[in-house]
């Protein structure tokens, strides 16, 4: 099963608002990727953070990477409509293994 | 520089046969992993090819077999398909370094629908 949680499950805001979803782990993680799929698509990489504590920035998407390294979070401003997807965290394990996270459903509507 | 490549993508089989699905990995990429997802379901780790050998497996039956070939392209192969196979099945390849993960680029999967 899945060892990696994300909340929450679904988000419906209006264009303009802001979003966050969350990833928590119950064990320490080396690094986690954030991936990106949009309705019938296939998930796109992001995103790695490796270092405890580690902010990124990506135009309006902001990542973070929990002191503890057992948590993350995506915080996007000002929604467009092209945000629209599910957004899954990871963690990595060993080589290209990746253990994705439940995801959240973003829809962004007008 | 193409990407992931994988076919078909969509294909219909009944219970208790066996379907055959085909990747190739980006240019430059060494290594395949195969990925099920189920529909509104995170992408589930099948197993993992490099060198023509599968180095890492998740918690998937042996139904679930693979193979990768000298020119890094890999087949997924499941025997005595199950209704619970349906799902989107998800080729991705890297570059793996030692000691690093790095990012995966997928293909636009397989969707296998088992009636």
């Known amino acids: 099963g899945q060892q990696v949680m994300q909340i929450p499950q679904y988000q419906h805001v209006q264009e303009g608002e802001d979003f966050t979803t969350y990833c928590n782990s119950s064990t320490t993680l080396s690094n986690i990727q954030w991936y990106k799929q949009r309705p019938g698509g296939h998930p796109v990489f992001l995103i790695q953070l490796v270092k405890s504590g580690e902010v990124k920035k990506q135009k309006r998407l902001t990542f973070q990477f929990g002191e503890a390294k057992k948590n993350s979070s995506l915080h996007i401003t000002a929604t467009q409509t092209t945000d629209v997807g599910t957004y899954f965290c990871a963690k990595t394990g060993t080589a290209s293994k990746l253990t994705f996270g439940t995801g959240t459903r973003l829809q962004v509507t007008l | ?115």
């Open chain 2, 1 to 115: 520089d193409a990407g992931v490549t994988q076919s078909p993508t969509h294909l219909i089989k009944t219970r208790g046969q066996q379907v055959t699905l085909r990747c190739s990995p980006k240019s430059g990429h060494d290594t395949v992993s195969w990925y099920q997802q189920a529909l509104g379901q995170g992408p589930q780790f099948i197993f993992q090819y490099y060198e023509e050998e599968e180095r890492q497996r998740g918690n998937f039956p042996d139904r679930f077999s693979g193979h990768q070939f000298p020119n890094y392209s890999s087949e997924l192969n499941v025997n005595a398909l199950l209704l619970g196979d349906s799902a989107l099945y998800l080729c991705a390849s890297s570059l793996v370094r030692a000691g690093r993960t790095g990012e995966l680029f997928f293909g636009e999967g397989s969707r296998l629908t088992v009636l």
